[in-house]
């Protein structure tokens, strides 16, 4: 799975470290497909991430192979 960011996701990764590329595809990856209420051709992908027990929330766009991150954050 190839990872692509987008320049607000490059912007908010200074502040949000402890998100790295491996909790982000394993979101995705097992997380059902949510369509995003407000955008047209955005997903969501909530997930609880095992070994921290917090949940994921990852916003992305389908390119292809790819999948570009527009933004990720902690919900609890």
Request: hydrophobic residues 40%; proline residues 4%.
């Amino acid at each position: 799975m190839k990872l692509e960011h987008s320049v607000h996701w490059k912007l908010k990764k200074r502040k949000r470290k402890d998100i790295v590329d491996d909790l982000i595809e394993y979101a995705i990856r097992f997380s059902p497909v949510f369509c995003d209420k407000n955008w047209e051709g955005v997903f969501n992908a909530v997930y609880r991430i095992p070994p921290m027990g917090r949940t994921l929330k990852v916003v992305y766009r389908r390119m292809g192979d790819r999948f570009k991150i527009i933004t990720a954050f902690w919900l609890d």
